[in-house]
Structures are given as C-alpha cells and as structure tokens.
C-alpha cells in the first residue's frame, strides 16, 4: 500500500491539545498521521524511527513550552535550541551540532492582504526532520503531494532532501511576495503617470516598508545556505549539495530583485516629485500669463479712471468705445505673441 493515511475525528479532541502532524516515509511506502501534544508518551515514541524510514514531524502554530521540551527530550536536543524555537525575533541562522542541525528562517507571504513574516524553525537529524512554524498554516502542501507519489526523488532520497525541498519552498515564497510587490509598484507607477496625488507617497512609503522587511528577512537566510552547503555539515549528503547551491543562488536573486525595486521606488518617488513641480509650474504660468494679459489693460483703467478735472479724452463722443477696441487689440497681439513663443 503506498500510502495510508490514519485520520481522527477533530471535534472529539478539540479540547486535547494542538495536533502534531508527522509524515513516514520510503521508498515503498508512505504513512501520514497525527499525534496529540497531550500525549507525552506518543510524542516520546516519536523519536523511535525504524532504520528504513524517514520522518517529518510538522508543528503549525503557537506551541507550549512543555511539548517542545517533550520533543527535544525524546529527539536529543539542545535545551537552548527548544527554548530558541519560542523566540521569534531571531535571525535567520544555522547551527551544527553533533547529530543535527538547527536552521532558521523566515517565511513570508500575504495573508488578507497583509504581509506576514513567520518564523519557522527546521531541525534535520539523521533520519528526521522537524518543522516548528510559528501560525498556523505553510507552504509545504507541494512537498506533501510530492510525498504521495512512489516514484518522486524525495521518497528514495534522505532527510536533507526533505529539508532542502522546504527550504525551497519558502525561498520560492519570497518570489512570490515580490511578484506582488512588483505589481504595486507597475499598478502605482501607472497612478502617477496619470494623476499626481499626495496618497501615492503614502503608498510608496508603505511598498517600501514592505520591501524593507522582506530584505531584512531573506538577506541573513544567503549565510545560512552558504554555510549548510559546505563539508562541515556531515548530515548533507554530497548527491544533495547541487541543490542546495540552487538555493543559494535563488536568495541572491531575490535579494537582488528587492534593491531593484527599491530603485525602482526611489524613481516613483523622484517622478512624483517631478509632476507635483510640473503641475505646480503650469498652474503657475497660466496665472503669471492672466496676470500679464491684464497689467497694461489695468494701466488703461487707471489712467482714465484719475480724477483730473481736464482730461480731453473723457468729452470724446467715442472714447468708451475706442478704449474697450484698444484693450481688446492689445491683449490679443500679447497672447498671440505669447503662443509665437510657445509659453503655452
């Protein structure tokens, strides 16, 4: 039977603790289960692995201190490193201890339109690897398709297969947050073009906190792939160091991808600023143009609006007239000087 899947019923033990998720597999089988955090003695059995085996154990979402402490007492592992997993301010990083390693990274991706970076722990043993995210959800649903086909690599490889395969996953994560980020920035790119408003520094602000964060994240990850491909990691198997340099070079891509479109912004923001100016100067000359047009004709009304009592002009039959028909020829020779001189 390639695989079987043992499922319980979740309303009958809701009130028993988070459920664990945990994953056997080999070549010719596959087995996918879950166990209670409330269960202390499963949780212990865990760690016993038939030789044959690989397996995944998968924790999604706040997790209390007394499970994991049960995990890394039935695993082995460093104390520190368990009361680590809680701390989600952590860098990304790896360490190399005797029989495993412990990587942390960053996952990131939108939920509700919001950008949400989760801290996820990954330790890899010689025939385990352990999975600690910090909500629930993640983006490991192809690896466990994957899985459940016989003939896939991941099934005949070992556990550092399976840990490059979710580091993979979450590095391909941050392509796609930067697919969505890119596409702000065209669909804001276009707003400025069209229509220069104060709400689109808002918006390039607020891109460009995102794309901060997302850099602050997936730099210190470039490290951790440098080093685990290196011999020093005994637990990488030499067949499984190619893709691990993948991963390598896909973090200086997408490290790569945010300074260009940090760029990318920093011009949004200069042409904003170039057509709030060129807006403010058109204003400007039509105003400074309606203020030419009208200086001599004020200087008409001024003159023959003095008070003097012997002005020649003001006993003319036709001076009302003559003097609209004067105003009228000068500010018609002035505009069409000013379009000879295309001023606008």
């Given at each position: 039977?390639?695989?079987?899947?043992?499922?319980a019923?979740?309303?009958?033990?809701?009130?028993?603790?988070?459920?664990?998720?945990?994953?056997?597999?080999n070549?010719?089988?596959?087995?996918?289960?879950?166990v209670?955090?409330?269960?202390?003695?499963?949780?212990?059995?865990?760690?016993?692995?038939?030789?044959?085996?690989?397996?995944w154990?998968?924790?999604?979402?706040k997790?209390?201190?007394?499970?994991?402490?049960?995990l890394?007492?039935?695993f082995?592992?460093?104390?520190?490193?368990?009361?680590?997993?809680?701390?989600h301010?952590?860098?990304?990083?790896?360490?190399?201890?005797?029989?495993?390693?412990?990587?942390?990274?960053?996952?990131?991706?939108?939920?509700?339109?919001?950008?949400?970076?989760?801290?996820?722990?990954?330790?890899l043993g010689p025939?385990?690897?352990i999975?600690?995210?910090?909500?629930?959800?993640?983006?490991?649903?192809e690896?466990?398709?994957?899985?459940q086909?016989?003939?896939?690599?991941?099934r005949?490889a070992?556990?550092?297969?399976?840990?490059?395969?979710l580091l993979?996953a979450?590095?391909e994560?941050?392509?796609?947050?930067?697919?969505?980020?890119?596409?702000?920035i065209?669909?804001?790119?276009?707003?400025?073009?069209s229509?220069?408003?104060?709400?689109?520094l808002?918006?390039?602000r607020?891109?460009?906190?995102?794309l901060l964060?997302?850099?602050k994240?997936?730099?210190?990850?470039?490290?951790?792939?440098?080093i685990?491909?290196?011999?020093?990691?005994?637990?990488?198997?030499?067949?499984?160091?190619?893709?691990?340099?993948?991963?390598?070079?896909?973090?200086?891509?997408?490290?790569?991808?945010?300074e260009?479109?940090?760029e990318?912004?920093s011009?949004?923001?200069?042409?904003?600023?170039?057509?709030?100016?060129?807006?403010?100067?058109?204003?400007?000359k039509v105003?400074?143009?309606?203020?030419?047009?009208?200086?001599?004709?004020t200087?008409?009304?001024?003159?023959?609006?003095?008070?003097?009592?012997?002005m020649?002009?003001?006993?003319?039959?036709?001076?009302?007239?003559?003097?609209?028909?004067v105003?009228?020829?000068?500010?018609?020779?002035?505009v069409?000087?000013?379009?000879?001189?295309k001023?606008?």
């Amino acid at each position: 039977m390639d695989s079987e899947n043992i499922q319980a019923g979740h309303a009958a033990e809701k009130n028993t603790g988070k459920r664990i998720e945990v994953v056997d597999y080999n070549a010719e089988k596959k087995r996918s289960y879950s166990v209670r955090s409330a269960d202390p003695e499963r949780i212990a059995a865990l760690a016993d692995i038939p030789e044959n085996l690989v397996r995944w154990v998968n924790i999604d979402g706040k997790c209390e201190s007394a499970v994991l402490q049960n995990l890394g007492k039935a695993f082995r592992i460093h104390p520190l490193i368990i009361r680590n997993i809680s701390n989600h301010t952590q860098r990304a990083k790896i360490e190399e201890y005797q029989k495993y390693l412990h990587i942390v990274a960053k996952m990131i991706y939108y939920a509700r339109g919001r950008l949400v970076v989760e801290h996820v722990n990954l330790i890899l043993g010689p025939r385990y690897v352990i999975t600690v995210g910090e909500t629930e959800g993640d983006v490991f649903d192809e690896i466990r398709l994957r899985l459940q086909n016989k003939d896939s690599y991941v099934r005949a490889a070992g556990p550092d297969y399976l840990a490059y395969l979710l580091l993979d996953a979450i590095v391909e994560g941050y392509f796609d947050v930067l697919d969505v980020l890119d596409q702000k920035i065209d669909e804001l790119e276009e707003q400025v073009m069209s229509v220069t408003s104060q709400d689109h520094l808002h918006a390039i602000r607020g891109i460009k906190k995102e794309l901060l964060l997302v850099n602050k994240n997936i730099r210190p990850l470039r490290d951790v792939a440098a080093i685990i491909e290196k011999p020093a990691a005994s637990l990488i198997q030499p067949s499984t160091q190619p893709y691990l340099r993948d991963i390598y070079n896909h973090i200086v891509q997408a490290i790569d991808s945010t300074e260009t479109s940090r760029e990318l912004l920093s011009g949004l923001t200069d042409l904003h600023m170039s057509n709030t100016s060129y807006k403010l100067n058109e204003i400007m000359k039509v105003l400074t143009i309606i203020s030419t047009l009208f200086i001599p004709l004020t200087f008409i009304v001024g003159v023959y609006g003095m008070n003097f009592r012997y002005m020649p002009e003001l006993e003319w039959k036709w001076g009302y007239g003559i003097t609209w028909i004067v105003m009228i020829v000068i500010s018609c020779c002035m505009v069409c000087f000013f379009k000879k001189k295309k001023w606008f």
